[in-house]
């Protein structure tokens, strides 16, 4: 048989528990040894029990033979889904022939509680103590016995605030659960499968809870943003073999007190004191008789929603490269790498001992950690020893943004294998791999992707050491597709939409930052930040962007359909926020840390209108919903014509003459031809004069390289690509970046240090540059009428000093990969492979182009490929999925 189906998910994630989304999507990929496979029909088959699915009985749901390619974002329509419904479900396809396959593998997804009603649990929390600055972290703990075999035990859980969650001793769940969310509007709850972990007889949950964005430092925002202390709220169902039912919930049997963790904030760190440790808490046979009992919140009144982002964790262990001992008698490591966690210790020393473990981007001159771009953020966390052998401590609730660590008051002789690092991000799985022949390339790649890690934990945010750590949603819109490549954040920019949902204004604006976290009422009165206006052009347009970005990369059509009303809204408030189609000339953000260019914010904000404009008409496209797809189409050209009109002269001339005016004009489709060819020379030479250099910031660097490619002037991009000098890309790299930089001139052989007050090493924002990596270096690019890589557009445009690149994505249909390499003698190679059930368009550039070896004229179509057209200087070809190569003579390298 040509096909097998494999890999079987709802929701984007392999056997989901606790969904509330009442039609999941399903989701399988194929493969088969076969060029050109592809599905022809499916049939599934979905049952509340694996015994019924093994007779092939669909008691949930039974498709039946459905004539449909459709493999991504099938649609569950069978019976409806109940509160705690396990359901088994499988796969059977037929190839392009008719024949069938054997079936999928059986699997399976839980729905969580669906009615508010189910929930008996109450919110727990510990008293505040007096005088205390920050709180030690609460423990809970409850003892009860189970009278029989347990068949199933499923445990849903939640706080306001953090926590870490224990059964019998053994830690449930992952980290900073259940994740950063507007918390006066809704909290996620994630669900366990706890069966394993529970025995007949005496049982103990417990939890640890942390201040997390509810109550602890947010930002620049300050503490108790959304409360004062953090509440747990926790529903253990229990199921016997003999079909008896329980439930533990959070209520005033809890017990509750203090343990070692002293405080445990996300900006200002953690203090741990071991002698304080509360040995066997969370077993049952404690004695916690001197425990309190809790405070009971009277009520919640958002929404607990079935968690959507996915977890964070420990992703990779780092060991450091080199440890130095200071003149004061610390340690300072070199990690080797800037990234986002914290370091764990081991450490012998005498009870009371305190050590401290400080944490840095940079060094000073002189050595010493670079701590001023912290602001208020103090990334150290103290541990005071119980003197009892070998300990091992590391923080539980705060995170930091580092490459060195120092370590401060260590007993005796530290050396490498003191300290190791944990990596820890939200947990979305590496989809993209690229490399080049050049190593400065290279490296540029790898400090784009150690940017996202560091920087999308629960929200994308904006840098992870100083005193800010939010989800500004200008960086996530500029970065969203380069995201999309690099790892699957399907599911993150999901969960992170809603978040702008929740802090969209009624006027239809939304917010510079997801969650708002307050940050709104803080700008009304904070005279220090009153130049910021509440609908930041480049920022707010996130809201449109990120869907039309998600519906490209996984076909995703169901979050065109959730959120279409608030991008009408977003539309719809620009335009009566403007005069005559021109959006005004207020004080923003504008193009974010360029570099000795000043865009001017009418320019770039009424680009932007008329770019989420004329996203919002293909939107409505899309969902058929015709009438609207003519009248923002007519209003895109309204406000396009607007723009020419305000800021555009008979020679091409934009107001500000900045590249970034030049380069958002070109890729927004704002001007006609004869414009938009002197808007194209107009560009180039703003680059030349200044020396092969960019001078674009956040909002323009994502489109620079795309437009001078679609302008054709790839020699130009690949110029920028690769240039050393100041301002670049490059020169962060050359001397000595791990990841992308802030701003351009974040350190500057001249100047040092930019202003502390602003400075991070850790930003992915200019790192957009990765989408142009994919889609034009290595050619992979998503076909907006068969997104999701269905059809993938093979477009590889080589240039520049590189000689070779190669990439892979990994689609929801399987890997698309891309390898070009051109050699001395003007000829070009070209490697492609596309999955079962995708096809591809593959333009070949050269002349005398060949297929697997052989002249197209020899080489007969019918294996998985035809020539679509062939001009003077490339050949296009139709493909299925297989594995292709193509040869052509197009150019020799380059030195």
Not at 343 to 371: C, F, Q, W
Not at 630 to 641: K, Q, S
Request: hydrophobic content about 35%.
């Amino acid at each position: 048989m040509s096909l097998r189906v494999v890999q079987l998910k709802t929701e984007y994630v392999e056997n989901p528990l606790g969904l509330d989304e009442k039609k999941p999507r399903l989701f399988w990929r194929l493969e088969s040894e076969e060029r050109g496979a592809a599905q022809s029909a499916y049939r599934i088959l979905v049952a509340s029990s694996e015994e019924a699915l093994d007779r092939e009985e669909g008691d949930q749901w039974d498709s039946g033979k459905i004539e449909s390619d459709s493999s991504i974002q099938v649609t569950y329509g069978g019976k409806p889904l109940v509160s705690e419904g396990r359901y088994y479900w499988k796969v059977q396809v037929w190839d392009a022939q008719g024949r069938p396959s054997d079936w999928s593998e059986t699997a399976f997804w839980t729905m969580g509680l669906l009615d508010r009603g189910e929930w008996k649990a109450g919110w727990i929390g510990r008293k505040t103590e007096p005088n205390a600055n920050m709180q030690p972290s609460p423990f809970v703990r409850k003892s009860f016995a189970i009278d029989g075999q347990v068949a199933r035990a499923t445990v849903y859980a939640t706080a306001l605030g953090l926590y870490d969650l224990r059964v019998n001793g053994e830690k449930v769940g992952d980290l900073f659960a259940p994740g950063f969310t507007d918390y006066d509007k809704r909290v996620q709850v994630q669900t366990y499968d706890v069966t394993h972990l529970l025995k007949e007889g005496d049982n103990a949950v417990g939890a640890v809870l942390g201040d997390g964005w509810y109550c602890g430092t947010v930002g620049f925002l300050g503490s108790k943003v959304y409360g004062q202390r953090p509440f747990f709220l926790l529903q253990l169902h229990i199921e016997l073999a003999d079909g008896t039912k329980r439930i533990v919930a959070t209520d005033s049997s809890w017990r509750t007190a203090r343990g070692p963790i002293l405080y445990s904030d996300m900006i200002k760190g953690e203090a741990y004191d071991a002698r304080l440790e509360l040995d066997g808490w969370d077993l049952p046979g404690f004695d916690d008789s001197g425990w309190e009992q809790p405070d009971v919140r009277p009520g919640y009144n958002g929404l607990l929603t079935a968690s959507l982002e996915p977890p964070v964790r420990i992703t990779q262990t780092m060991r450091p490269i080199s440890v130095r001992r200071t003149e004061a008698g610390t340690y300072i490591y070199d990690m080797g790498q800037n990234m986002v966690g914290w370091t764990e210790v081991k450490v012998r020393g005498a009870r009371g001992r305190k050590i401290t473990l400080s944490h840095a981007e940079m060094l000073n001159p002189d050595g010493s950690l670079y701590l001023d771009n912290l602001r208020v953020a103090v990334q150290q966390d103290h541990y005071i020893l119980k003197g009892e052998g070998l300990e091992r401590y590391e923080p539980l609730f705060t995170f930091h943004g580092f490459r060195y660590v120092e370590l401060i008051g260590y007993p005796g002789e530290a050396d490498l294998d003191t300290i190791v690092g944990k990596v820890v991000h939200s947990d979305t799985p590496r989809t993209g791999r690229l490399e080049t022949d050049d190593d400065r390339v290279n490296q540029l790649y790898s400090n784009i992707v150690w940017g996202q890690r560091g920087n999308f934990l629960s929200v994308p945010t904006d840098c992870p050491q100083r005193d800010e750590r939010l989800g500004w949603t200008g960086d996530a819109q500029i970065f969203a597709r380069t995201a999309s490549y690099n790892m699957d954040v399907s599911r993150f920019f999901t969960k992170f939409m809603w978040d702008m949902i929740d802090a969209q204004q009624p006027s239809g604006a939304f917010t510079d930052v997801a969650p708002d976290a307050g940050w709104i009422r803080h700008k009304m009165w904070n005279t220090r930040l009153n130049w910021f206006a509440p609908d930041n052009a480049g920022w707010g347009d996130a809201g449109v962007v990120i869907p039309w970005t998600l519906y490209l990369m996984y076909g995703d059509t169901r979050i065109l359909e959730t959120h279409y009303d608030a991008m009408v809204r977003w539309v719809e408030y620009l335009k009566a926020n403007s005069d005559e189609l021109v959006r005004p000339n207020y004080a923003n953000y504008g193009d974010w840390l360029s570099i000795d260019a000043d865009t001017p914010n009418e320019v770039l904000a009424t680009a932007y209108f008329a770019y989420s404009t004329k996203l919002l008409s293909r939107i409505a496209g899309v969902l058929g919903r015709t009438g609207d797809e003519a009248h923002y189409d007519g209003l895109f050209r309204d406000i396009a014509a607007a723009f020419r009109r305000a800021f555009v002269d008979g020679e091409g001339r934009i107001r500000g003459e900045t590249q970034t005016v030049y380069v958002l004009a070109l890729q927004f489709g704002l001007l006609e031809d004869g414009l938009r060819d002197k808007a194209i020379v107009r560009l180039t030479d703003n680059i030349r004069e200044r020396g092969d250099r960019l001078s674009t910031g956040f909002l323009g660097v994502g489109y620079l390289l795309p437009a001078l490619t679609d302008s054709g002037r790839l020699d130009v991009a690949y110029t920028l690509l690769t240039q050393e000098a100041f301002p670049s890309w490059m020169y962060s790299i050359k001397h000595g970046a791990t990841t992308i930089w802030e701003r351009w001139d974040g350190w500057t052989e001249h100047n040092g240090f930019q202003t502390p007050s602003m400075n991070s090493f850790n930003h992915y924002s200019l790192g957009s540059v990765g989408e142009w990596m994919f889609r034009y270096m290595a050619g992979i690019e998503a076909d907006p009428a068969r997104p999701g890589f269905r059809h993938t557009l093979i477009r590889p445009q080589p240039g520049g000093r590189l000689n070779e690149a190669k990439a892979e994505y990994r689609s929801l249909y399987g890997p698309v990969a891309s390898e070009w390499k051109r050699s001395s003698d003007g000829s070009f190679r070209l490697a492609v492979r596309i999955p079962a059930n995708a096809t591809a368009t593959v333009v070949v550039p050269g002349t005398g182009v060949q297929v697997d070896g052989r002249s197209v004229e020899e080489a007969a179509s019918g294996q998985g490929w035809k020539l679509a057209e062939r001009t003077t200087t490339a050949a296009v070809f139709e493909v299925g999925s297989g594995e292709y190569m193509f040869e052509s003579v197009y150019g020799a390298t380059r030195e």
